[in-house]
């Protein structure tokens, strides 16, 4: 025992020592962008582990050169030292671009969070500070390229969704309620008229198609925006919410297969994030297309850009650098006059893979069961479809054309019953990216326990269907355990308390017949030790009548 005790002092000790070495290094995320990337080793082009939030506190294990290995999330990894800061209010003052401005708190739900990062992911370390209600004015001195703004409350920095303010001095409509941003998404892909005035006069600039603008004010239709340097108002009748609505509908439809072609003699080709190659349009190189390589044309602009899939990759390629290909394009012996969506539902649940080709070889992309597609053209048994990030051939038949009716063929029972080991995410779909129009239903905690009817793998990861809280959704089962039902448990809980019943009756009961057969023993043995007596007694008495009769 004192052993044991022992034991548990020295562990207590270390503990508390180790805790103290741990705790004497930490530094705070200061990037420009309001996030951080956490590589698996000290390099930019290693891969990433996640995103780390400006302002948030880590823990320094390790340094070198620049670069520090952190612990972020209960994951490891390393991170630029350059860009982080030896307390949170340096972080803060050299996180995002000088913005000083006087905004007013105009939140469509009446109030808004105030959070200790530019996050209000939890799982990324994100907490509620402060609620503000609309109308109450505050002072931004940073922000973000992701929207939030650093404002001071009692003397602390905070950090707000810039899309919930106003400036002070301009007040939103009715209808609309702070900063937000939309699509350009033009008539025929022609680009989009930035005017002078918001009556439609004095044009400044064409913007064009998928170019994603700040609207600060709304005057009927027309909105308050800055494009290239040059401020005007647009119509935003001709935008889009999201950049995926915008490349689904911008320009007009060709549903063609085209050969890279460059009119230059250029080897190879970059695929832009949008139709435009000024770097002031915010657009990206997402791939590069070599010579003689055919691509799927989705969608075509006036100026000539061509919106195209190359494997799974979904990008614009710029005029005069494709040609009809003359031996592929047969291939599409129909292409639909009204393409429809639907939703995936495969037969062996592990997500739909898609193919270049209409012959199952050279797979592009798998996409999650139950994500919305396009189907756009047949050939031989085989349809070609498309979402927000892929595009590809697929045998016919794995298609639903209803979410429900996707479920309702969903035959891949495996009953369960699991805990979360760690804080995870709660999906609409069994996938993480929001390209799939996965979305977070909610963020559980530790030892959350759920029932999952059915499982599905997606790429290496295995989901478990759940009903958590009223609302249906998917569970990483890396993030969680297999466990008992609570029946079983129950079951299995009185089975124990009936064999410790059992093992301490049977030991009490050894234990009185133990003293029982003590008791009876030890009685015997006086009585022998009786006997014994009386006849010693008598032996002398008889012998001295004996002794006295002969005398």
């Known amino acids: 025992m004192k052993r044991l005790i022992c034991l548990i002092f020295t562990a207590v000790a270390l503990m508390c020592f180790s805790g103290s070495v741990m705790a004497a290094d930490y530094v705070y995320c200061a990037s420009v962008d309001g996030e951080m990337s956490l590589h698996i080793s000290p390099d930019d082009e290693s891969f990433v582990v996640t995103v780390v939030p400006a302002c948030s506190k880590l823990r320094l294990i390790d340094t070198e050169q620049t670069w520090g290995l952190v612990e972020f999330d209960n994951k490891s990894g390393w991170i630029n ?86 400036p002070h001095e301009v007040e939103a409509d009715a209808d609309r309620y702070g900063i937000y941003y939309v699509y350009v998404l ?29 609207v600060r004010e709304e005057k009927g239709n027309f909105a308050y925006v800055s494009y290239d340097g040059i401020n005007g108002w647009i119509d935003l009748r001709y935008t889009a919410e999201s950049l995926a609505n915008a490349q689904s509908n911008a320009g007009t439809a060709v549903n063609v297969e085209y050969t890279v072609d460059p009119s230059d003699g250029a080897e190879s080709v970059d695929l832009l994030s949008v139709p435009s190659s000024n770097p002031n349009d915010g657009g990206s190189v997402v791939a590069t297309i070599e010579k003689g390589v055919a691509v799927f044309g989705l969608r075509s602009t006036l100026g000539g850009w061509t919106l195209v899939n190359y494997e799974g990759v979904l990008g614009w390629i710029p005029p005069e650098t494709l040609s009809v290909s003359e031996t592929l394009h047969k291939d599409i012996t129909q292409v639909l006059d009204s393409p429809y969506t639907g939703y995936i539902s495969s037969t062996e649940k592990k997500g739909l893979k898609i193919y270049a080709r209409p012959d199952e070889e050279a797979a592009v992309a798998t996409i999650p069961e139950f994500t919305q597609i396009q189907v756009i053209a047949e050939k031989d048994g085989y349809e070609y479809i498309c979402c927000d990030y892929a595009a590809g051939w697929t045998k016919k038949g794995t298609i639903a054309l209803s979410q429900e009716d996707a479920f309702a063929d969903f035959t891949s029972e495996k009953k369960g019953h699991y805990m979360t080991e760690c804080e995870t995410l709660f999906m609409s779909l069994p996938t993480e990216n929001e390209l799939c129009q996965s979305t977070v239903l909610s963020v559980l905690s530790e030892n959350t326990y759920f029932h999952s009817s ?86 002398p008495g008889e012998r001295a009548a004996d002794v006295s009769c002969e005398r």
Not at 97 to 103: E, G, L, M, R, T
Not at 529 to 538: K, T, V, Y
């Open 186 to 214: 033009s008539d025929g892909g022609k680009g989009l008229e930035l005017w002078e005035t918001a009556g439609g006069k004095n044009l400044c600039a064409v913007i064009p198609d998928c170019i994603k603008l700040t």
């Open 81 to 166: 030292l350059s860009f982080t800061r030896t307390s949170y209010s340096k972080a803060a003052e050299a996180t995002g671009n000088d913005a000083v401005s006087s905004v007013k708190v105009n939140s469509k739900s009446g109030k808004t969070v105030l959070y200790n990062v530019p996050t209000d992911a939890i799982a990324l370390g994100s907490e509620e500070k402060y609620t503000i209600p609309n109308g109450t004015i505050l002072k931004v001195t940073r922000e973000t390229q992701s929207g939030w703004g650093l404002v001071s409350m009692n003397g602390k920095y905070a950090w707000i969704q810039m899309k919930n303010t106003v």
């Open 454 to 539: 059915h499982l599905v793998t997606t790429g290496k990861q295995k989901w478990a269907y759940a009903e958590i809280d009223g609302k249906c959704g998917w569970v990483k089962l890396s993030d969680a355990q297999k466990v008992l039902s609570p029946l079983v448990m129950l079951m299995l809980a009185v089975a124990i308390v009936l064999v410790i019943g059992a093992v301490i009756y049977t030991v009490i009961y050894i234990i009185k017949k133990k003293k029982s057969q003590h008791n009876k023993s030890e009685g015997d043995s006086s009585n022998e030790n009786g006997e014994e007596l009386s006849d010693e007694g008598s032996g």
